[in-house]
């Protein structure tokens, strides 16, 4: 909140802010969990670690509700190196197909990733859906069984998904969830800042990332420049 505050132009202690913070109770209460540990598989978040965008990305499902009490379905992407969020599909279900078309878009706007990694679910397995990989030479990381940890980028990114809209709206319909979920996706993307990306928004560090690898290309090559 200190740096969201600073940039809009405020000149505040970020001990102002954390006092303000708890007075008002704006914080909000997590419960505790167990500790687990990180995993052994070597498809897991600690052994195979994203090394520059489109190495890695990452998804899983989650699920959520309109106030009618029908099922929505999300299919959060994710590029685990910037922690852009590359989509936020919804739908009150998804087959091999679907996925395949979220897919498909995906790599026309931003290239094929080198790997993608997901839990063994199965949308994720599905015969359909690892003959399309394939054939665009995308390969998977299926972390082990029972092992959520392992895909530790999506489970994060969900659980902040979770803790900061869907448990706090109640979706009068299906056209309502995907505009605010589009919304939530624009803002994590272009305004919220992260402590791994330097208190950077994805989208600031993915562009930092882009002009440090245009200098190391000049410095290189002086006739680019």
Excluded at 18 to 25: L, P, Y
Excluded at 39 to 53: D, K, L, M, Q, T
């Amino acid at each position: 909140m200190t740096t969201l505050l600073c940039a809009d132009g405020w000149r505040v202690n970020h001990k102002r802010v954390e006092r303000i913070w708890r007075e008002e109770g704006l914080r909000v209460p997590r419960k505790q969990r167990k500790k687990r540990r990180l995993g052994h598989s070597a498809n897991g978040i600690v052994h195979h670690r994203p090394e520059f965008p489109n190495h890695v990305w990452s998804y899983d499902f989650v699920s959520d509700q309109t106030a009618d009490g029908r099922t929505l379905k999300i299919l959060p992407v994710l590029d685990e190196f910037t922690r852009r969020s590359l989509a936020l599909e919804v739908g009150r279900s998804f087959r091999s197909r679907n996925v395949i078309e979220t897919l498909e878009r995906l790599v026309e706007e931003h290239g094929a990733p080198g790997f993608i990694r997901s839990d063994n679910g199965p949308e994720f397995i599905a015969a359909a859906i690892r003959r399309w990989l394939e054939e665009s030479g995308i390969a998977t990381l299926y972390i082990a069984p029972a092992s959520p940890w392992e895909n530790g980028y999506s489970e994060s990114f969900n659980s902040r998904l979770r803790d900061e809209l869907l448990d706090r709206e109640l979706f009068t319909s299906f056209t309502e969830a995907r505009l605010l979920l589009e919304s939530y996706r624009v803002d994590h993307n272009e305004r919220r800042p992260h402590s791994a990306l330097g208190q950077r928004s994805p989208t600031a560090f993915y562009a930092a990332w882009q002009e440090e690898r245009k200098a190391e290309r000049t410095t290189f090559n002086p006739g680019l420049s």
